[in-house]
């Protein structure tokens, strides 16, 4: 049977009177550091966010001091971490708290959640570590412990499932344990001991009670959905134009698009055009008669991307003089009014770049 609330908190208390991480942040009730912190850990391992976090917060010891920062001082501070988008959300938060706030830190949740740059996770942080307003906490450390401890086996990053998470964490909140130990507890208990990979459940406070572990699914959970690996392609497309209208080809293979008409194409490799060679061996293959192509390429018209499910498309359109009418062929057709014909989106958006 799960523990109840007062239950878990007691065990985990225990253990992180024995397991409590030792961070240079963790000391202190201040918003803006705690702030610093969290932005500087967001995308960053402890270990390398640590000296730029003392850099800082030696510069700008406090909110005040910072909202006086130059832009191009942050930029220079935070050179070296990366995703310099958080910088320049600092310096616009920073900008906020002066205007909004009187240069004070908010004090309080939905506050301190509309700055810019600051998600839930980084608001609960806050609100908890330097307010003690009872918000919990829903980091990976956080997520790992919840799916695990209560056998959650959805997506974790589906919103319905997250919500689950997000419920369960606050109801584990005990009101006689201060927010920032318990949130604190949370997060290192995540860390060090429901580890990603090789978590210490023999020696684990909740192993009687664990639904991952009693059904052996810990390496399970948590889950998220696998990404699809798209394939890429190069599609090489041969744009032939008269006054009947223009070339189309119905699909009929067993690929993308069957059934829907399209611009006769070359399938390549890559994106480079096809050489002369390419382009006159392949139109056999197209019923096409050599001697009706007067010019292979005569212009590259348009060249586009197109995302789907599976597949990543990189399509050129070129522009193909030609001497005969094409159209005598069975697998080629002119068309004028295109309103009546099924045709690929990627068609589409490249008949609207074009005036044909
Ligand atoms: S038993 Fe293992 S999986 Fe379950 S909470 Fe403990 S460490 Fe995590």
Not at 175 to 180: E, G, K, N, T, Y
């Amino acid at each position: 049977m799960i523990d109840t609330p007062k239950e878990f908190n007691l065990k985990l208390q225990q253990w992180h009177a024995l397991n409590e991480r030792d961070l240079p942040w963790k000391s202190n009730a201040n918003a803006y550091k705690i702030w610093l912190s969290e932005i500087i850990l967001q995308q960053t391992q402890v270990k390398q966010g640590t000296p730029y976090y003392l850099n800082f917060v030696k510069k700008y010891p406090d909110i005040q001091s910072f909202i006086k920062a130059d832009l191009d001082d942050i930029l220079a501070l935070w050179k070296g971490l990366g995703y310099y988008s958080r910088a320049r959300n600092m310096y616009e938060a920073a900008q906020q708290i002066n205007e909004t706030f009187d240069g004070l830190f908010p004090n309080n949740y939905q506050d301190i959640l509309a700055l810019k740059g600051i998600g839930k996770y980084t608001a609960a942080a806050i609100a908890s570590f330097a307010y003690e307003l009872p918000h919990a906490v829903v980091d990976g450390n956080v997520i790992r412990l919840i799916t695990r401890y209560y056998g959650i086996t959805g997506d974790y990053t589906r919103r319905a499932t997250m919500s689950k998470i997000e419920s369960l964490a606050q109801k584990l909140m005990d009101h006689a344990i201060l927010p920032s130990s318990h949130n604190q507890a949370m997060m290192d208990f995540g860390a060090l001991q429901c580890k990603p990979s090789n978590p210490l459940c023999q020696s684990c406070p909740f192993n009687n009670q664990c639904i991952a572990y009693l059904n052996n699914q810990v390496d399970k959970i948590p889950f998220k959905t696998p990404k699809i690996k798209k394939t890429t392609r190069y599609f090489h497309y041969l744009v032939l134009m008269n006054h009947k209208g223009i070339i189309l080809k119905q699909r009929t293979n067993e690929d993308i698009w069957k059934g829907l008409f399209d611009l006769p194409m070359i399938e390549s490799d890559s994106s480079k055009p096809p050489s002369e060679e390419t382009f006159f061996s392949i139109l056999p293959s197209l019923k096409i008669k050599k001697t009706c192509i007067e010019r292979p390429i005569k212009r590259i018209l348009d060249t586009r991307k197109h995302i789907l499910t599976h597949q990543i498309i990189f399509a050129n359109y070129y522009e193909v003089s030609s001497t005969c009418d094409i159209s005598q062929n069975e697998n080629f057709q002119y068309f004028k009014n295109l309103g009546t014909i099924g045709y690929p989106s990627l068609f589409s958006k490249f008949l609207k770049g074009q005036d044909l």
